[in-house]
């Protein structure tokens, strides 16, 4: 079976610090891969979105970027964290052909 | 940008009590689907609807889809105290061929045992 695993599960930083979350996802190959942004009492802002090796694609501007080293690693990254970074970031995966997304468990920034 | 609107933000109800949430989109979709998230944790997809359906179930939930006023209604049957957490609605535009799935606030469903 497919599984999503997505670490830290919390993490705080301080601003101007560098950030790397990872997502990995098991049980299925050529994954399409996501990463969401979840503010405090806010709905879920797609963030990047990959469908291969290499392939990031950015939804919105942001002090954030995404790599994909593998085909089932997706990495979240920033050289230098804002206080505007902090939130809830979710990974999720889904097939093309296949409807719905399998999230991860989250990670839950706070940068001080 | 966001495509789904939920409403309403929150809704306490009873256990056994039926529990409507609705969801209002901009764009044509292909699908939309509904998600569950537990405080704290990661999304579960719970129901998906495609654009030519009218009317879904699975088990306690009920969702409808009205694309003539672009909007949807997530109904769960007979409450229960575990049914507790933020519902999304999600929808996958027309345009998108890539699966992108673009979701709203959410409600936060609170149900009193």
Redesign the interface.
Known sequence: SQTIHQWPATLVQPVGSPLSLECTVEGTSNPNLYWYRQAAGRGLQLLFYSVGIGQISSEVPQNLSASRPQDRQFILSSKKLLLSDSGFYLCAWSRTGLLGYTFGSGTRLTVV | S?QGEEDPQALSIQEGENATMNCSYKTSIN?L?W?RQNS??????LI?IRSNEREKHSGRLRVTLDTSKKSSSLLITASRAADTASY?C?T?AVRST?????????TQLTVWP
């Open positions: 966001q699908n689907q998600y704290g944790r990661g999304l579960v997809h998906l999304f999600a996958d890539l699966g992108r799935l673009y979701f709203g606030r959410g």
